[in-house]
């Protein structure tokens, strides 16, 4: 169950991506336990693919608890119309390493209409690539315009880590709306 409202970020390039921290006030309930949303990142190059395909560009919505879980929602970008809702972070890719900006996003319209994810525990893929990440696959993409996509390029094009085999993880649809 995701709970979501519009309100400032603070941008700022790492060195690696472009990430968007969150104020308080937006989260993910995972197995009825609740996950602030703390950032979202992008890789240009998806990490992960739905049926086979990789994408020009996966986002990362990290969430992390007080004792330090994690829940990373995973939002595949496809090449479309210009999207609105993303149009303040995209624009924001110009972002110079180690400065900040402040913009104003919409959390829950960055996300596609319909929220079937695909689930599994994994671990993050920068590192240290921790351990015992819950991750969730939207299965639906969000379009966003070519040039959208090629200002997250522009930032930073392949800064993806290479699909990862399974490694006997099972994979789960979870088709809750949220």
């Known amino acids: 169950m995701l709970s979501y409202t519009a ?3 603070k941008v700022t390039n790492n060195g690696h ?3 968007a ?3 308080e006030g937006n989260s993910l309930s995972v197995d009825g336990k609740d996950f602030p949303l ?3 990142h992008f890789h240009a190059g998806s990490e992960h693919t739905i049926n086979g395909e990789q994408f020009p560009a996966e986002v990362h919505f990290v969430h992390k608890t007080a004792e330090g879980e994690l829940a990373v929602l995973g939002v595949m970008i496809t090449e479309g119309a210009e999207n609105a809702a993303w149009a303040p972070f ?3 890719m110009g972002t110079a390493k ?5 913009i104003q996003l919409d959390w829950a319209a960055m996300l596609p209409t319909s929220k079937m994810t695909y689930r599994y525990t994994g671990s993050l893929t920068t590192p240290p690539c921790t351990e015992g990440v819950h991750w969730m696959l939207l299965e ?4 966003l315009s070519a040039d959208q996509i090629a200002a997250m390029k522009a930032a930073y094009d392949g800064n993806f880590r290479p699909v990862q085999p399974l490694n006997g993880r099972e994979v789960q649809m979870d088709s809750s709306e949220g």
């Open 7 to 9: 309100g400032a970020a």
């Open 17 to 19: 991506t472009i990430v």
């Open 21 to 23: 921290s969150a104020a």
């Open 38 to 40: 703390v950032q979202i």
């Open 90 to 92: 995209t624009g924001a």
């Open 98 to 102: 180690d400065a900040e900006a402040e």
């Open 140 to 143: 639906t993409p969000v379009e």
